[in-house]
Each structure stands twice: as C-alpha cells, then as structure tokens.
C-alpha cells in the first residue's frame, strides 16, 4: 500500500471512530437520564401505594365488618 492510500484509509478509519464517539453516552448524560426516570417513577410509586392500602382495607372490612 503506498502512502497515498495509507493516508487514506488512515483518515476514513478516524472519521469513523469520530462518529462513533459523538453517539457514546457521558457520565453526566447517564446521571440525567437516571433524574429524569427517577422523577417519572416517583409519582407511580404513591399512586400504587395508595391502590395497595385501599385493597387492604377492604380485604380487613371483608374479616371485620363493622
């Protein structure tokens, strides 16, 4: 391979990992990312715990009807 060639395909090599490098995720993306479905989960997590207490205490009206 000459080098004219080499260069080449040397340069098509670092566009390449160029790319490649802009789609990767940083640690600040993650940590982000992570706040972002933290924020979505929190509101599911009342709302289950509030079916979970209203199923109990029907399940305790059922044993202990007034």
């Known amino acids: 391979m000459d080098e004219k060639q080499a260069e080449a395909f040397s340069e098509a090599i670092k566009e390449v990992q160029d790319s490649q490098l802009q789609e990767l995720a ?34 305790l009206q059922s044993f202990f009807p007034h």
């Open 26 to 59: 940083t640690k600040g993306d993650l940590r982000e990312l992570k706040l972002e479905i933290m924020a979505e989960i929190a509101p599911l997590k009342w709302s289950m715990a509030v079916c979970v207490a209203g199923i109990i205490t029907l399940i």
